[in-house]
Nanobody
Framework: QAQLVESGGGLVQAGDSLRLSCVAS????????MGWFRQAPGKEREFVAT????????DYADSVQGRFTISRDNAQSTLYLQMNNLQPEDTAVYYC?????????????????WGQGAQVTVSS
């Protein structure tokens, strides 16, 4: 059973940066693919970024490509999402999620464990 805890959210202005962290525990972090998803008010949860277990393969939603960077520190059991040039449309609750194998994936139904979420609010 994995536990995931996000942190680093907050209120920022358009053009600012934030880095989200997700600390994992309960099973060996280095074995599993990870992802970030987000849910804006009144919308369904959507894919943001994903990374494989050793960190050498990543994938991004078109809406964040070039602005967001997903990374991981397996020694610290931590997943990161560096978010640059934030825009009001990036306002959402951001969730980290863990798979049951080493591969990255875009679909949320391929993830077994989820964090509680971190609020990111971007003002214009």
């Amino acid at each position: 059973q994995a536990q995931l805890v996000e942190s680093g959210g907050g209120l920022v202005q358009a053009g600012d940066s934030l880095r989200l962290s997700c600390v994992a525990s309960g099973r060996p972090f280095k074995w599993y693919g990870m992802g970030w998803f987000r849910q804006a008010p009144g919308k369904e949860r959507e894919f943001v970024a994903t990374i494989n277990s050793n960190g050498d393969t990543t994938d991004y939603a078109d809406s964040v490509q070039g602005r967001f960077t997903i990374s991981r520190d397996n020694a610290q059991s931590t997943l990161y999402l560096q978010m640059n040039n934030l825009q009001p449309e990036d306002t959402a609750v951001y969730y980290c999620a863990q798979r049951n194998n080493e591969f990255q994936h875009r679909r949320e139904n391929r993830y077994a464990y989820w964090g509680q979420g971190a609020q990111v609010t971007v003002s214009s």
